[in-house]
């Protein structure tokens, strides 16, 4: 079956745009993560949903970052107002649920100019 | 707060073995996952720790000490396909607990040599 897709897979954008990224989850996955990743470091937690349950947003780090997610189905991750430090792959993932494994999508590459 | 530590980057042999340690001091834990990430690519899931001890899945296992706050991942028999980074992630929650955001190392890069 799929696994979790992403778009774009690139993304090139100039500060002080707004930048829309998308995320399929694996179908029946009802848990959705979106993270960051910038060069040559480690995930970071940005947000969290869970089935109806009100998202975790514990991880985002700014007011210019929020996300969606329309039932147990695709997630939108959007950035205002974008700056530099926010280039970075965005990567989400799906677990079926909040307990399992989490099967990570190929992420979104973003690069603010 | 959370803290995970584990190497920057490793180099190794073909053939040989490799062990990536990976300590951790997180308030409160469940549970510690190795991902594999190829340059480019997303993380793909190696093995999932809970209880200490040894976990065995062919070429690698991975090694949990809770008290220790310590694990290990170690490669066998390594192929140049290894050549890869390796994130050490810990589950903060409790595993039926509704949520289990990974909070994750920096990663080890591994490099394989002919």
């Known amino acids: 079956g799929a696994g979790v897709s992403q778009s774009p897979s690139n993304k090139v954008t100039e500060k002080g745009k707004d930048v829309e990224l998308r995320c399929d989850p694996i179908?029946?996955?009802?848990?959705l993560y979106w993270y960051r990743q910038r060069l040559g470091q480690g995930l970071e937690f940005l947000i969290y949903f869970q089935g109806n349950s009100a998202p975790d947003k514990s991880g985002l780090p700014s007011d210019r970052f929020s996300a969606e997610r329309t039932g147990e189905s695709v997630s939108t991750l959007t950035i205002q107002r974008t700056q530099q430090e926010d280039s970075a792959v965005y990567l989400c993932a799906s677990s079926l649920t909040g307990a399992n494994e989490q099967f990570f999508g190929p992420g979104t590459r973003l690069t603010v100019l | 707060g959370q803290n995970i530590d584990q190497p920057t980057e490793m180099t190794a042999t073909e053939g040989a073995i490799v062990q990536i340690n990976c300590t951790y001091q997180?308030?409160?834990?469940?549970?510690l996952f190795w991902y594999q990430q190829h340059a480019g690519e997303a993380p793909t899931f190696l093995s999932y720790n809970v209880l200490d001890g040894l976990e065995e899945k062919g070429r690698f296992s991975s090694f949990l000490s809770r008290s220790k706050g310590y694990s290990y991942l170690l490669l066998k028999e390594l192929q140049m396909k290894d050549s890869a980074s390796y994130l050490c992630?810990?589950?903060?929650?409790?595993?039926?607990?509704?949520?289990?955001?990974?909070?994750f190392g920096g990663g080890t890069r591994v490099l394989v040599k002919p």
């Open positions: 179908s029946g996955h009802t848990a």
């Open positions: 992630a810990v589950t903060p929650e409790g595993i039926k607990a509704a949520g289990n955001k990974l909070t």
């Open positions: 997180t308030s409160g834990f469940n549970g």
